[in-house]
């Protein structure tokens, strides 16, 4: 049976505020106005599969016009360009797919690719509905980042260069994830021969279930992380208050990112390291920004991420999946768009890769010769020893652990 994944996400728009724009991509209109895509983001959450997926644009004029400004939004494929510039892979979706539409104006709709509206005189917007029909992955891969790039593409006002918007979808994807019992954890000791790099970024998305251990439920390690020769150390905790980046011998408040860690609730974390500072993204948002001089990924042995910690005292169970590090900063937009659904293998810079699923097991999928190595109460062990739980059919995107048939 065909599954019918979809789901539109965030509308994503370019550039910066008109306040400040002076560039025009028009020399010349009917009127004094110009008219640009505004900032606006709306996220279509799609309970099942029988529903489409909608959401809308808004067009607007820099001053009102006394006449009607008459415009044209078309589906103008720029990815090559976006995609090489912000270091994402989206692929436009075939316009038999959506459908575009006038939200003053319902019966103005066209399934072409192209949309016709007019901000009448005394009006400064007018917004544009876009429903997408269900995707089915067997024709449209869940891994593939489809999505919709719009552009005002005509106007009788000058247009300004802030012109563009891209629709992306978060679909709904099921897989399986690791339940690792306290006390167990396990590291990638990366390929020796991979290139020393100065900016990197590691990602995990992780799932606390309780905050038990032998002795206190404060100090349980998240990923830590070892660049190899000439580089400096840091590693990670969670705490139910905040999570808790160190540095050496660096503690206390400043090292935390304040944030009320619950339960059976799924985090994706990114570390972004670049120009001596390391940023900290949960689920996608920036949280806090960290003075950490001298981290590195250098060539030669001794490079390595650990995650969690096989001692009782400094664990607790959790759920795991989709750890990755990358051989640069990934921007907000990547990590976004890479946030729960798996990334291809030979992406650029992938410099590890485990998705943690059942079919893949602990397995590195990257193209380079990591060693994954196991630990259990404080000693080495074999992936045999490692005590795993599997939880198949696991949806994504979900807040918490949400299974279906």
């Known amino acids: 049976m065909k599954n019918l994944f979809f789901k539109v996400s965030t509308a994503i728009l370019l ?25 606006d983001n709306q996220l279509i959450n799609i309970s099942n599969a029988v529903e489409s997926g909608e959401t809308f644009i808004e067009v607007r004029l820099s001053r009102l016009a006394e006449n009607s400004v008459n415009i044209s939004v078309s589906a ?42 007019s901000v009448k005189g005394g009006d400064y917007s007018s917004r544009i509905g876009v429903k997408v029909k269900p995707l089915d992955d067997s024709v449209y891969p869940v ?60 990602q995990g998305q992780f799932m606390f279930l309780n905050w038990n251990s032998m002795q206190h439920s404060w100090n349980q390690s998240m990923i830590n992380f070892k660049g190899g020769p000439g580089s400096n150390w840091w590693y990670t905790r969670v705490n139910p208050d905040h999570f808790q980046v160190k540095d050496l011998d660096a503690d206390g408040e400043a090292t935390h990112v304040k944030l009320d860690v619950k339960l059976n609730v799924w985090y994706q974390v990114s570390y972004v390291y670049k120009a001596n500072s390391l940023k900290v993204y949960v689920n996608g948002e920036l949280k806090k920004t960290f003075s950490r001089p001298g981290l590195r990924i250098s060539k030669g042995e001794g490079a390595t ?44 810079g992938l410099l590890v890769y485990l998705p943690i699923d059942k079919k893949n097991g602990f397995k590195d999928l990257s193209k380079h010769k990591n060693i994954v190595k196991f630990g259990r109460h404080g000693k080495n062990v074999d ?6 739980k599997w939880t198949e059919n696991v949806k994504f995107p979900a807040e918490g652990l949400v299974i279906e048939p």
């Not at 590090?325 to 768009?337: P, V």
Request: with cysteine; aromatic share 8%.
């Open 76 to 117: 103008i494929d720029f990815f090559s360009e976006y995609n090489k510039k912000n270091g994402t892979e989206y692929k436009a979706l075939p316009s038999s797919e959506y459908e575009l539409y006038e939200i003053g104006n319902p019966s103005n709709k066209s399934n072409n690719g192209t949309l016709s509206i």
């Open 305 to 348: 991420i650990t995650v969690a910690n096989s001692t009782l005292a400094d664990s607790r169970d959790f759920r795991i999946r989709e750890v990755r590090l990358w051989n640069r900063a990934l921007s907000e937009a990547e990590i976004k768009d890479k946030l729960y659904l798996p990334v291809n293998s030979d992406s650029e």
């Open 143 to 202: 891994s593939t980042r489809y999505a919709i790039p719009l552009r005002i593409s005509s106007s009788s006002a000058k247009i300004l260069s802030n012109k563009d918007a891209i629709i992306s979808f978060n679909r709904p994807y099921k897989t399986s994830v690791a339940e690792i019992v306290k006390g167990h954890n396990f590291a990638v000791e990366l390929d020796p021969e991979i290139e020393s790099t100065d900016e990197f970024t590691v």
């Open 383 to 388: 992936v045999e020893k490692m005590e795993v």
């Open 15 to 39: 550039l910066g505020t008109v306040g400040c724009q002076e560039k025009l991509d028009t020399v010349s209109g009917e009127h004094s106005t110009a008219v640009y895509m505004t900032k």
